[in-house]
T-cell receptor, first 113, second 114 residues
Framework: KAGVTQTPRYLIKTRGQQVTLSCSPI?????VSWYQQTPGQGLQFLFE???????NKGNFPGRFSGRQFSNSRSEMNVSTLELGDSALYLC????????????FGPGTRLTVT | DQQVKQNSPSLSVQEGRISILNCDYT??????FLWYKKYPAEGPTFLIS?????DKNEDGRFTVFLNKSAKHLSLHIVPSQPGDSAVYFC?????????????FGKGTKLTVNP
């Protein structure tokens, strides 16, 4: 089975721009979660989608949004980028809800200049 | 307010010895705990988990211990190998305000020296 894939792997944007990251879960997995990883904060939960519905949301501003398509692929969007948004964005999929073992993709490294 | 805490940012051990990684949590609603391992430039990979109805779970060289009264869990790696060098994240799950999500600690970087 193919693992979780994320595109692009690396991205450089400037402040004020917006960005869209993509995640393809493991085949058959219906739950997709997004995390932000920074050196000082570890993995912070952004949101989870299950069957195209947002089930959970973390404590991030409204500039961070996402969606899930009928094939379970998910996109995450960040608008009006700030320097502090520079981070590794990880996507994880699981067969059921986010409380079960999750399988992570390699991440997208976003640098905001 | 950090609900899952890994107070040691780093740990260094000799090959063949035991590695003990610790994790504390504050939310008594957590009922499922997991450990993930992360190598540089890769996503975290699931290592081992434990339900709150157990106090120990073993998988090969990896054992997780749960002390509910102390709200503490630990991961033991015996014997430690250089390939175990990675960042280890503790995670917890359980009902929080009516929803469930996975909450991660900040990670502990383990270095196993040959």
């Amino acid at each position: 089975k193919a693992g979780v894939t994320q595109t692009p792997r690396y991205l450089i944007k400037t402040r004020g721009q917006q960005v869209t990251l993509s995640c393809s879960p493991i085949s058959g997995h219906r739950s997709v979660s997004w995390y932000q990883q920074t050196p000082g904060q570890g993995l912070q939960f952004l949101f989870e989608y299950f069957s195209e519905t947002q089930r959970n949301k973390g404590n991030f501003p409204g500039r961070f949004s996402g969606r899930q398509f009928s094939n379970s692929r998910s996109e995450m969007n960040v608008s009006t980028l700030e320097l502090g948004d520079s981070a590794l964005y990880l996507c994880a999929s699981s067969p059921q809800t986010a409380s079960y073992e999750q399988y992570f993709g390699p991440g997208t490294r976003l640098t905001v200049t | 307010d950090q609900q899952v805490k890994q107070n040691s940012p780093s740990l260094s051990v000799q090959e063949g010895r035991i590695s003990i990684l610790n994790c504390d949590y504050t939310n008594s609603m957590f009922d499922y705990f997991l450990w993930y391992k992360k190598y540089p430039a890769e996503g975290p990979t699931f290592l081992i988990s434990i339900s709150s109805i157990k106090d120990k779970n073993e998988d090969g060289r990896f054992t997780v211990f749960l002390n509910k009264s102390a709200k503490h869990l630990s991961l033991h790696i015996v014997p430690s190998q250089p390939g175990d060098s990675a960042v280890y994240f503790c995670a917890a799950s359980g009902s929080q305000g009516g929803s469930e999500k996975l909450v991660f600690g900040k990670g502990t970087k383990l270095t196993v020296n040959p």
